[in-house]
């Protein structure tokens, strides 16, 4: 019941996620927001907003705007959540592709999600380069990673 009396409060006043979260940063700065169990990484709330706005001035310098949509598509670690809060908060939406689809099947997710981008694990980069051919032509694609072959984030 206090969730969802949360929610409804945070409607009203029209509360985005990332006004959220700058005022959970505000509250908490140094309690750790992201608990990584496979590397024992720890960020903090300060540490994931620098992160996040890292990526909200990449997201512009890219010349993404409200509304634009960015697929993601890698397996899970802490870079996944600063990437869709610092794209938030430039109001382009992410779509979370799953990590586990290939070739048609990923294929037609990105292409529904009408993303202009995908930015992609470094452990995905041969299914990327599975379909690449058969993207879009606009489809630009950044590697975060070890890849080599894309631009790194």
Same mark, same amino acid.
């Given at each position: ?31 750790? $927001?992201? !608990? ?5 990484? &720890?960020?903090?709330?300060? #540490?994931?907003?620098?992160?996040? =706005?890292? +990526? ?31 794209? $938030?908060? !430039? ?5 979370? &592709?799953?990590?586990?689809? #290939?070739?048609?099947?990923?294929? =037609?997710? +990105? ?43």
């Amino acid at each position: 019941a206090r969730v969802r009396l949360s929610m409804h409060r945070n409607q009203r006043k029209n509360s985005t996620i990332p006004h959220l979260f700058a005022q959970t940063v505000t509250q908490h700065p140094n309690k750790p $927001a992201l !608990i990584y169990e496979a590397t024992g990484e &720890i960020w903090s709330f300060k #540490q994931l907003q620098e992160r996040c =706005h890292t +990526v909200a001035h990449w997201g512009l310098e890219q010349g993404w705007v409200e509304g634009d949509v960015v697929a993601l598509y890698m397996e899970s670690r802490p870079v996944v959540v600063a990437l869709w809060l610092g794209l $938030a908060m !430039i109001g382009v939406e992410a779509a979370f &592709i799953n990590c586990s689809l #290939q070739q048609h099947s990923l294929l =037609h997710c +990105v292409g529904v999600s009408g993303a202009r981008a995908m930015v992609f694990g470094a452990e995905k980069a041969e299914a990327v380069s599975e379909v690449i051919g058969s993207l879009q032509p606009n489809m630009v694609l950044f590697c975060s990673g070890e890849d080599e072959n894309e631009e790194k984030l």
